[in-house]
């Protein structure tokens, strides 16, 4: 008998077992989280290092290795990455605390904030971010827009409903010039930002800084609270 006969007869093409290859499909979620992640720090990045009118979207595309055209679609172009990452700065800091429902006491729920807003803003990245800002607010007013549109208006909106809210308004002076409080307690919470901002000099350590807060956040509440 022939060994031939003996031998399997070899299977059809097709009929052999397709394996996926790992790059088949489109990119899970996560992937295109974190992508999307990297594109906006890699942004921020050249953003504090040299100046927003300076980087131009290639620019970005070619260090995060993305094309001009994900950019514009994701974020419609370089304003949007900014007011993007804007979000997710304060995002890190507010995703958990709604002002418009927070029941704790007065002093409680703006003790907290006061210590977020003062972790949030003297960052190093924040404070680079005002320098950007002081340094091409003339040549630039949109980025201006957009920062106000995206941290401080945000910001004083949800202090100012805050403060109006029936609760909180009974525990305020009668006489106050509402529309001037939102500016007040920021100003209380942050104290001497010209400084940080363009001199670099904090107002010392941790624990010093956290004892100034809590003085200027006292000279707020005996200004305001009845």
């Known amino acids: 008998m022939s060994k031939m006969t003996d031998s399997p007869r ?79 700065k304060r995002a890190q800091f507010f995703a958990d605390m709604d002002l418009d429902k927070d029941q704790r006491p007065i002093r409680e729920v703006l003790d907290d904030l006061a210590t977020r807003l003062y972790s949030l803003l003297t960052s190093p990245e924040a404070v680079g971010l005002q320098r950007m800002l002081a340094a091409e607010a003339r040549s630039n007013p949109q980025l201006v827009d957009t920062f106000f549109a995206m941290g401080p208006n945000v910001t004083r909106d949800a202090i100012a409903r805050f403060l109006k809210r029936p609760d909180v308004r009974d525990q305020l002076l009668d006489d106050l010039p509402e529309d001037q409080l939102p500016v007040h307690l920021i100003n209380c919470v942050l104290g001497d930002q010209l400084s940080r901002v363009l001199r670099g000099q904090p107002e010392g350590t941790p624990e010093q800084c956290t004892a100034a807060r809590r003085k200027r956040m006292e000279l707020f509440y005996r200004s305001v609270l009845r």
């Open 10 to 88: 070899p299977r059809p093409a097709s009929a052999a077992k397709k394996v996926p290859s790992k790059g088949a499909g489109r990119p899970r979620a996560a992937e295109v989280e974190a992508r999307l992640h990297d594109l906006k720090q890699t942004a921020g990045r050249l953003f504090l290092d040299k100046g927003y009118g300076n980087v131009s979207l290639e620019m970005i595309a070619r260090e995060a290795r993305v094309a001009v055209r994900t950019i514009y679609i994701k974020f419609g172009g370089k304003n949007g990455l900014l007011s993007a990452l804007l979000q997710d």
